[in-house]
């Protein structure tokens, strides 16, 4: 797609160019992201990033970044670019003349009557990157020189120039391998051809990370070069330098980065772009697949597993991926919950209210697109009938089902909720006692638990669970509707009810399963759209409030404090689509078309080729959060499935 593509006036201005980050990834867990002029932004950014099962199963930076220098008649010319105090050095940016985003990441550069390009491109399976260097124009003799920057830490962290480092290189096949701390493997920096390697070991103080810095986090980190390739290299040929956790052997890798090229595929249109992007977020790792949930720093969520599901596989074309998806996810079930999540596969944590309903959910779609819907029920009836009862017997801490029938779920200072940002460690959000989209999604549980119950003849459960959807809806109608305000409260606690304008009555209204008449759904449809909906998703609060935020940016606490009040959620739109074409049918096709080709524009912003986790609350609406969010993804390819099958 020609859209992804930008020219020298683009990238060499840094204001233009350092805020559209790239990232790729693939299903062993590995992903390179940086910058589309190669300077890191993030602490999050590397080359090379790759899972470290024997320290924690996270994920760790081993490279940091490569410097290129063009070396013609005794003159430098370095092709990198770091960000120091006061100053960007070197300036390599300057000599970009154009980046495109496929099929692999190219950069073409251009110093006098040198022309070299660049493509970058992750092994699929293995935690190894590959750069090809072509040098497509000379016209005197010309060297390369490769400055390999290394950090070995976990991407949450930063590094520092210290006395264990182990700052020794050891000589391999055409390269080196270094290992700077013991805990980890090798990281092995090996070329086509043999080139000389000049061992120049040195530490780099205070690379800094404007990004961090914004968000009020450490941003200066030292980096350690333990030297540098150097080679001639003539006008047509190339070299291929790869950085991997195994070695390899070299005289293959000019073949395999061309077999690589002609596997990547090429987009032709904006759902190809979605598709492609879906496959960042599914990952073979601990044992199965499973959904990270965005880039760079989400690990596996439990909820978002379930909410990305049908949009990253049955939306996506690979409809095949979503049951292993869950039965993989059904292996970490604590007794009827799932995790919230698991921060790089540190210990889990079992906190919300709504996991498990999600879950259900998510098998529900997946039975929808199903030819055989009763098989799809008879996989996964056990889980779904171990969690509805464990809601109804109250095995859940915190939460319960009252004599009323609806969910009730309460803990001190804890989010509970999908809106679960903290400052001073309260939530934000708390949201106490019963929340409204986790009683409309524990009423489309029940009934869809009875539904197959039905199917399978599992006599006792229908007996025991048949009288409780009425008793839900009854009650849920008494606390949450108002038909004077004509919309749905956000919550109920204490017998009183919390009448913010929020998003989470939409999900009541797009349920397979809802309590919602036609004219309610109408009704708060139009609520939402008249005060929620935006170009990039749904507010998370209506800008009416007082406590509405315009914008999602600052520290960490001036960001959770915006994270659930004004914040936009692309997500959310999945569930407002769904509810507006089941009620408008094909007369409510444009308005939906309209509001998901908005996005479009969004491959050129923020995370290329992704859609990002949030946008501020005003506009214009400008892109924020992790630079690719999976349920993001997801519900955009699921709106463009629901629109196509109508």
Same mark, same amino acid.
């Given at each position: 797609?020609?859209?992804?593509?930008?020219?020298?006036?683009?990238?060499?201005?840094?204001?233009?160019?350092?805020?559209?980050?790239?990232?790729?990834?693939?299903?062993?867990?590995?992903?390179?992201?940086? #910058?589309?002029?190669?300077?890191?932004?993030?602490?999050?950014?590397?080359?090379?990033?790759?899972?470290?099962?024997?320290?924690?199963?996270?994920?760790?930076?081993?490279?940091?970044?490569?410097?290129?220098?063009?070396?013609?008649?005794?003159?430098?010319?370095?092709?990198?670019?770091?960000?120091?105090?006061?100053?960007?050095?070197?300036?390599?940016?300057?000599?970009?003349?154009?980046?495109?985003?496929?099929?692999?990441?190219?950069?073409?550069?251009?110093?006098?009557?040198?022309?070299?390009?660049?493509?970058?491109?992750?092994?699929?399976?293995?935690?190894?990157?590959?750069?090809?260097?072509?040098?497509?124009?000379?016209?005197?003799?010309?060297?390369?020189?490769?400055?390999?920057?290394?950090?070995?830490?976990?991407?949450?962290?930063?590094?520092?120039?210290?006395?264990?480092?182990?700052?020794?290189?050891?000589?391999?096949?055409?390269?080196?391998?270094?290992?700077?701390?013991?805990?980890?493997?090798?990281?092995?920096?090996?070329?086509?051809?043999?080139?000389?390697?000049?061992?120049?070991?040195?530490?780099?103080?205070?690379?800094?990370?404007?990004?961090?810095?914004?968000?009020?986090?450490?941003?200066?980190?030292?980096?350690?070069?333990?030297?540098?390739?150097?080679?001639?290299?003539?006008?047509?040929?190339?070299?291929?330098?790869?950085?991997?956790?195994?070695?390899?052997?070299?005289?293959?890798?000019?073949?395999?980065?061309?077999?690589?090229?002609?596997?990547?595929?090429?987009?032709?249109?904006?759902?190809?772009?979605?598709?492609?992007?879906?496959?960042?977020?599914?990952?073979?790792?601990?044992?199965?697949?499973?959904?990270?949930?965005?880039?760079?720093?989400?690990?596996?969520?439990?909820?978002?597993?379930?909410?990305?599901?049908?949009?990253?596989?049955?939306?996506?074309?690979?409809?095949?991926?979503?049951?292993?998806?869950?039965?993989?996810?059904?292996?970490?079930?604590?007794? #009827?919950?799932?995790?919230?999540?698991?921060?790089?596969?540190?210990?889990?944590?079992?906190?919300?209210?709504?996991?498990?309903?999600?879950?259900?959910?998510?098998?529900?779609?997946?039975?929808?697109?199903?030819?055989?819907?009763?098989?799809?029920?008879?996989?996964?009836?056990?889980?779904?009938?171990?969690?509805?009862?464990?809601?109804?017997?109250?095995?859940?801490?915190?939460?319960?089902?009252?004599?009323?029938?609806?969910?009730?779920?309460?803990?001190?200072?804890?989010?509970?909720?999908?809106?679960?940002?903290?400052?001073?460690?309260?939530?934000?959000?708390?949201?106490?006692?019963?929340?409204?989209?986790?009683?409309?999604?524990?009423?489309?549980?029940?009934?869809?638990?009875?539904?197959?119950?039905?199917?399978?003849?599992?006599?006792?459960?229908?007996?025991?669970?048949?009288?409780?959807?009425?008793?839900?809806?009854?009650?849920?109608?008494?606390?949450?509707?108002?038909?004077?305000?004509?919309?749905?409260?956000?919550?109920?606690?204490?017998?009183?009810?919390?009448?913010?304008?929020?998003?989470?009555?939409?999900?009541?209204?797009?349920?397979?399963?809802?309590?919602?008449?036609?004219?309610?759904?109408?009704?708060?449809?139009?609520?939402?759209?008249?005060?929620?909906? #935006?170009?990039?998703?749904?507010?998370?609060?209506?800008?009416?409030?007082?406590?509405?935020?315009?914008?999602?940016?600052?520290?960490?606490?001036?960001?959770?404090?915006?994270?659930?009040?004004?914040?936009?959620?692309?997500?959310?739109?999945?569930?407002?689509?769904?509810?507006?074409?089941?009620?408008?049918?094909?007369?409510?096709?444009? *308005?939906?078309?309209?509001?998901?080709?908005?996005?479009?524009?969004?491959?050129?912003?923020?995370?290329? *080729?992704?859609?990002?986790?949030?946008?501020?609350?005003?506009?214009?609406?400008?892109?924020?959060?992790?630079?690719?969010?999976?349920?993001?993804?997801?519900?955009?390819?699921?709106?463009?499935?629901?629109?196509?099958?109508?």
């Amino acid at each position: 797609m020609n859209f992804l593509k930008f020219d020298k006036t683009q990238l060499v201005n840094l204001e233009y160019s350092l805020p559209k980050e790239i990232i790729v990834a693939n299903q062993n867990g590995a992903y390179c992201s940086t #910058t589309i002029v190669g300077c890191n932004t993030r602490k999050y950014h590397g080359l090379l990033i790759a899972p470290v099962q024997e320290i924690d199963g996270g994920r760790h930076i081993f490279l940091s970044n490569l410097h290129e220098t063009v070396i013609q008649h005794g003159h430098e010319f370095n092709l990198g670019i770091n960000k120091y105090p006061g100053e960007y050095n070197p300036k390599g940016h300057k000599y970009i003349r154009w980046f495109e985003m496929e099929p692999v990441i190219s950069m073409v550069y251009r110093v006098g009557g040198v022309v070299i390009k660049k493509e970058l491109q992750l092994v699929e399976n293995e935690s190894r990157l590959m750069i090809r260097y072509t040098l497509l124009e000379a016209h005197s003799p010309t060297k390369l020189r490769l400055q390999p920057f290394l950090a070995f830490r976990s991407i949450h962290k930063l590094s520092k120039a210290n006395m264990l480092a182990n700052t020794r290189a050891e000589i391999v096949k055409n390269g080196i391998k270094s290992r700077l701390y013991s805990e980890y493997p090798s990281l092995f920096m090996q070329t086509s051809r043999k080139c000389e390697f000049v061992v120049a070991p040195d530490w780099y103080h205070d690379v800094e990370y404007p990004k961090e810095e914004i968000r009020g986090y450490e941003f200066h980190e030292d980096l350690f070069v333990p030297g540098f390739f150097e080679t001639r290299i003539r006008k047509g040929e190339s070299i291929v330098f790869t950085a991997g956790l195994t070695e390899v052997t070299t005289n293959k890798l000019s073949r395999s980065f061309e077999l690589l090229v002609r596997q990547a595929q090429k987009c032709e249109s904006f759902d190809d772009v979605l598709k492609q992007s879906a496959n960042l977020f599914i990952q073979n790792r601990d044992k199965g697949l499973e959904i990270m949930s965005g880039y760079p720093w989400f690990g596996r969520w439990g909820r978002h597993s379930f909410i990305a599901n049908p949009g990253l596989t049955i939306a996506a074309d690979r409809p095949e991926l979503a049951s292993e998806l869950l039965n993989n996810m059904v292996k970490h079930l604590d007794k #009827t919950r799932f995790p919230d999540h698991s921060a790089d596969f540190t210990k889990p944590v079992y906190l919300s209210a709504d996991n498990s309903l999600w879950f259900i959910w998510a098998v529900q779609k997946l039975a929808e697109s199903s030819d055989n819907p009763e098989q799809v029920f008879k996989n996964f009836s056990k889980t779904i009938f171990s969690i509805v009862r464990a809601y109804k017997e109250g095995h859940l801490p915190d939460v319960f089902v009252d004599s009323s029938g609806l969910i009730h779920a309460f803990r001190e200072n804890t989010a509970l909720t999908w809106m679960d940002s903290y400052t001073d460690g309260k939530p934000v959000t708390q949201r106490p006692g019963y929340a409204v989209e986790i009683n409309a999604l524990w009423y489309n549980a029940v009934c869809y638990a009875l539904e197959g119950a039905q199917l399978i003849k599992s006599k006792s459960f229908l007996k025991e669970f048949k009288l409780l959807p009425d008793l839900i809806s009854q009650r849920f109608q008494d606390i949450f509707w108002d038909p004077e305000k004509a919309y749905l409260a956000d919550y109920v606690f204490e017998d009183k009810a919390n009448w913010d304008v929020r998003p989470n009555q939409v999900i009541a209204a797009s349920l397979p399963y809802s309590m919602l008449t036609e004219e309610q759904k109408q009704s708060v449809l139009h609520k939402v759209n008249n005060d929620l909906l #935006t170009d990039k998703g749904i507010r998370s609060l209506s800008p009416r409030s007082e406590a509405f935020k315009q914008s999602y940016e600052g520290d960490h606490v001036k960001r959770d404090q915006a994270y659930h009040q004004g914040t936009v959620w692309p997500w959310l739109l999945g569930h407002f689509a769904e509810a507006w074409l089941n009620l408008y049918g094909k007369n409510g096709v444009a *308005f939906v078309e309209r509001i998901v080709a908005s996005f479009e524009e969004d491959m050129m912003e923020h995370g290329i *080729f992704m859609i990002s986790e949030v946008y501020d609350g005003s506009p214009p609406y400008r892109a924020c959060g992790a630079i690719a969010f999976a349920s993001s993804v997801a519900e955009v390819l699921r709106i463009k499935y629901l629109l196509s099958n109508l």
